[in-house]
């Protein structure tokens, strides 16, 4: 069986590892028991995509995600009200007691590029559930604890990984069962952050002021153990897998052979079109040769065709039972492997060389083909030869138009019909899983015609990888494609050349250092100031609460065709960074409850449009890059923002100058955004003129 490749402007065979569409590769020369097993194959390489259900079971886990969330940001953002204590206990500074909160909200953050990985591979549940048993031991082995740097370790780094294994479920599962509702759905799990905050400070309050803070410690071990029942709830979507066009043509009933020529006369169709789009150049119009006088397609004149323009003897006797579709590979004209007669075949064989090495095929002919091996690959290479082929079934007596690695192995290698089902179930396969806003926002969803369709376009699975496991050669037997993979997406920092996400990275980075500050010293400030420990909570819970507001008059402020969420967040950013400039200036009561509805409102813009802000600027298929590497930067910029404000605070005996420092931090974060729709339109323009600048080299 021979081959040789075509492109038709109408065809959509196959896509390669980067969801970009590559051109079917025809093979002639086949046999009806070979077209029937690469029939099968084809369909068995063809399965559907996970259509979220858009409610039922999906309520479920939104309510899931929303107390995953109260419990795991309830915690981080009120545990501020327990550094007093842990100062007081072990006799510590404020930067040293800061670093067991600030260590907390810093690894729940770094470790969720790897949580995606681990969460892609053994699912949401099960990430959870270990997740809730993590954080639950540290959190009571915390209880006993004897130093600062006790709590550090415990409290701070392994309850803040076992919160990393919580958090990023809770966020991603409800995106992964909404589509048209995902904004609804994600914005209702989201509001658990706030509602956490509002019910934690008044719960902290309350223990410290009848226990103390080792036995509210264990209580947040039992609260947080809860996490793993919540966590039952983010069962496995299984694919839904629809019938292909194929079967459409072919109801059920259908005899064989019938199929089988349906098929045929269609993929001959394509070849006569690859044909005469490879000819555009050539003085021959291919098309009046292909077609007959009644206008149909002449098999015998497409085959005879191939044979007189890819070094093959026209008037030679050979098969062309039929064509089938294997895979994808590109056309190349330029390198061509005519047919090699037996008995010149012979004598190249009996020189020895390096002909030594080629094997011989033989068809039901009799006539020879020469199959290149690997080791004159390499020397053939250079010169524009062809490189290699594998082996062929029979029917060898059509040509090969030859092209690099036409057969390889690589290309050969293909999951079984078993593993692309349970591939096609993983989330993080997929560019948008990451996306919180609506779905009008995207492009790719307005443009396609269905949701299946649009699935088909944002899915992106690792054939390569994937296969590769299933055959046990792969790079990392201790870790499975579902991971590595996952990891090597997360963590490509090719996207550091881009301006755009420079500027985004380093905003980043900023307002995290500076936002766990107000949550970590507002409590002592007010206590400076005089305020009783009952309104200290207020203050908190009103940061909570207002938190929730803002998250959602954001979304909806957000979709508004007319309002740009690039502004919205900068605004915000500024007047949370100003307002917490100026909380040394303020002493009543009333003001700090002001502030605190100012600072919760600017922290809600920021949470809720991080994901819309980053397609908007750097696109959809680069979203999982980008977030994967913010969450990094974010988390370590977490953990260094509460030590350093300590630090001054041990230095001046004042909290004023944190609150200067980081207020304009935060404040500074959102100003340096503003440019940046001019940055991502310059980033267009030179990378444009460069694909122009690279086509007329070319073409020149």
């Known amino acids: 069986m021979m081959e040789t490749t075509g492109r038709d402007d109408t065809d959509t065979a196959g896509l390669n590892d980067d969801n970009t569409t590559l051109p079917a ?9 070979d077209f029937e097993e690469q029939a099968e194959y084809k369909e068995d390489i063809v399965p559907d995509h996970v259509v979220p259900p858009d409610g039922g079971w999906g309520w479920v886990v939104v309510a899931a995600s929303f107390m995953c969330n109260v419990v795991v940001d309830g915690i981080i953002f009120s545990c501020g009200m327990l550094l007093p204590m842990f100062k007081e206990e072990f006799e510590v500074s404020n930067s040293e007691v800061s670093w067991v909160s600030s260590l907390l909200g810093g690894f729940y953050l770094i470790v969720g590029p790897f949580v995606s990985a681990l969460a892609n591979a053994y699912g949401f549940r099960t990430v959870c559930i270990l997740g809730a048993l993590i954080s639950s031991a540290a959190f009571g082995i915390s209880s006993f604890a004897t130093s600062i740097y006790f709590l550090q370790f415990t409290f701070g780094i392994v309850g803040g990984i076992g919160f990393g294994f919580i958090y990023v479920p809770a966020v991603i599962a409800t995106g992964f069962y909404f589509e048209k509702r995902r904004a609804l759905a994600t914005g209702i799990a989201v509001c658990g952050s706030g509602i956490g905050n509002f019910v934690f400070a008044p719960l902290n309050n309350f223990m410290l002021a009848t226990v103390s803070w080792r036995w509210t410690l264990v209580l947040y071990a039992c609260i947080t153990l809860s996490c793993a029942f919540f966590g039952l709830a983010f069962r496995p979507l299984k694919p839904n897998y629809t019938r292909d066009q194929e079967d459409e043509l072919n109801p059920p009933g259908t005899p064989l052979l019938m199929r089988i020529k349906r098929a045929r006369d269609e993929q001959m169709r394509q070849c006569a ?3 005469s789009m490879a000819s555009m150049n050539s003085k021959t119009n291919l098309e009046e040769a292909i077609y007959d006088a009644d206008g149909k397609l002449n098999s015998n004149t497409v085959a005879r065709t191939l044979l007189e323009r890819h070094g093959g003897n026209a008037h030679k006797r050979y098969s062309f039972p039929g064509i089938v579709v294997t895979a994808p590979e590109a056309i190349q004209e330029e390198t061509e492997t005519p047919l090699i007669e037996s008995k010149e075949e012979e004598k190249c064989s009996d020189d020895g060389g390096d002909n030594d090495k080629a094997g011989k095929v033989l068809d039901n002919n009799k006539n020879e083909t020469l199959v290149k091996t690997s080791d004159q690959e390499n020397e053939e290479g250079q010169n524009g030869m062809v490189n290699m082929y ?22 050969l290698r293909r999951p079984s019909r ?12 997929r560019d948008d899983i990451f996306y919180s806003g609506s779905m009008r926002r995207l492009s790719q969803y307005r443009s396609s015609e269905s949701v299946e369709q649009y699935h088909q376009s944002v899915t992106n699975l690792p054939l390569k990888e994937i296969a590769e496991e299933e055959e046990g050669s792969g790079k990392c037997r201790c870790c499975p494609a579902a991971v590595t993979s996952i990891l090597a997406r997360m963590f490509d920092f090719t996207i550091l050349k881009s301006p755009t996400f420079i500027v985004l990275a380093l905003a980043g980075f900023m307002s995290l250092m500076a936002l766990f500050v107000p949550y970590m010293f ?37 979709d508004h065709p007319k309002v740009d969420a690039l502004y ?44 819309i802000l980053l397609v908007e600027l750097l696109g959809l298929e680069k979203l999982t890059n980008a977030f994967g590497l913010l969450l990094l930067f974010q988390g370590i910029a977490g953990i260094f923002g509460s030590p350093v404000a300590g630090a001054f605070v041990d230095l001046t005996n004042s909290y004023d100058v944190s609150f200067y420092l980081f207020g304009g931090i935060f404040a500074l974060s959102g100003v340096m955004c503003f440019p940046l729709r001019i940055i991502k339109r310059w980033e267009d323009n030179r990378a444009n003129n460069k694909k122009a600048g690279n ?4 073409g020149t």
Request: aromatic content about 6%; glycine content about 6%; hydrophobic content about 45%.
């Open 25 to 33: 590769k025809f093979v002639i020369g086949t046999s009806d028991e």
């Open 273 to 275: 079109s690859a044909i």
């Open 390 to 411: 594998s082996n062929c079934p029979r029917n060898k007596s059509a040509p090969v138009l030859a092209h690099h690695n036409l057969l390889s192995a690589e290309h």
């Open 418 to 429: 078993t593993t692309l089902r349970t591939e096609t179930t993983r989330p993080f396969y």
């Open 522 to 558: 507002l409590p002592g400030y007010a206590a400076d100031v005089g305020i009783d420990k009952s309104s200290v909570a207020t203050l908190v819970s009103t940061i909570g609460i207002t938190n929730t507001i803002g998250r959602i008059a954001c979304g909806w402020i957000s």
């Open 568 to 611: 919205v967040n900068n605004i915000s950013l500024m007047v949370g960074g100003v307002a917490t400039m100026l909380l040394p200036f303020i002493t009543d009561q009333s003001l700090l409850l002001t502030y605190s509805v100012a600072f919760g409102a600017s922290v809600a813009a920021f949470a809720s449009l991080r994901s």
């Open 695 to 698: 086509c007329i080299e070319m």
